[in-house]
């Protein structure tokens, strides 16, 4: 659904470049994740793949479209949830996305459909102007599902959102997915790409260092340690102990044979800790 070789953007037009030599390539049904802190080069990616900034060096196809020169039939396939929120603040929740309908040639979806999918359904007829920037925020986002794109950017989709909210985003983000929507989501919040992304990317300073599955960069970046909790002398004792080091497994096989054993559970590296090992860097 994506192809990209070779991408650079300049906003002085010179050496100065918020993305250099960016390649990588998205299937289609595949949620790929565009990891990294602010001003990584996130954004403007995803500004060259969406037509909003143009194409100045590399080549970049989108849906079947070549960015350079997009046709119109291009924006009935995507859909764009912005991290800042830029909806109507004088309309309403339902007439906001009555009028963004009518600007595809495509079937749209049921605008009170999509806004009780988040929660909006029973301030629909309320402006906009008096929403919070959360409920401003899921408007976007369920704007970007009105045309039923076929390749769909979110960039940031959870920010600000409490936790029951932002579970139902990731759900509603899994559920299409499961229809065959590719999706590029752009985050700083590594769990939530841990949660949906089959690959990520991480960029730093708008190169990108690595691509592959979350569940390979833990096995390849992240040590394998076990938290084991035992009764000692009448007190409970905690241990951390790696699975790689000999002398550490000894030590558990240790703590086992002697039947003392509270609880125990292995935990892995998360994903923000493996983007610190491989990039030096972390993610404010």
Known sequence: MIQVEGLYHSYSHDEKYAVKDASFRIEKSEVFGFLGPSGAGKSTTMG?????????????????????????????????????SNVYGKLTALENLEFYRKLF???????????????LDHVATKRVGEFSKGMKHRLTFVRSMLNNPQMWFLDEPTTG?????????????RAEKEKGTTVFLTTHNMYVADELCDRVAFIID????LIDSPRNLKLRYGERLVDVEYRESGSIRKETLSFVDEQERR??????DTGNVEMMHT??????????????????
């Open 105 to 119: 040639d495509v079937p749209t979806r049921d605008p009170r459909e999509l806004l009780e999918l988040v929660g």
């Open 267 to 284: 935990k892995e590296a998360t994903l923000e800790q493996i983007f610190v090992k491989v990039t030096g860097r972390g993610l404010n």
């Open 48 to 84: 060259v793949l969406t037509g909003l900034l143009p194409l100045q060096r590399g080549s970049v196809t989108v849906a079947g479209y070549d960015v350079k020169k997009p046709a119109r039939s291009m924006f009935n396939r995507i859909g764009v949830s912005f991290e800042q």
């Open 161 to 173: 959102l409490d936790p029951a909210i932002a579970g139902r985003i990731k759900e509603i983000v």
């Open 206 to 209: 708008g190169e990108i260092k």
């Open 251 to 256: 030590r558990l096989s240790e703590i086992v």
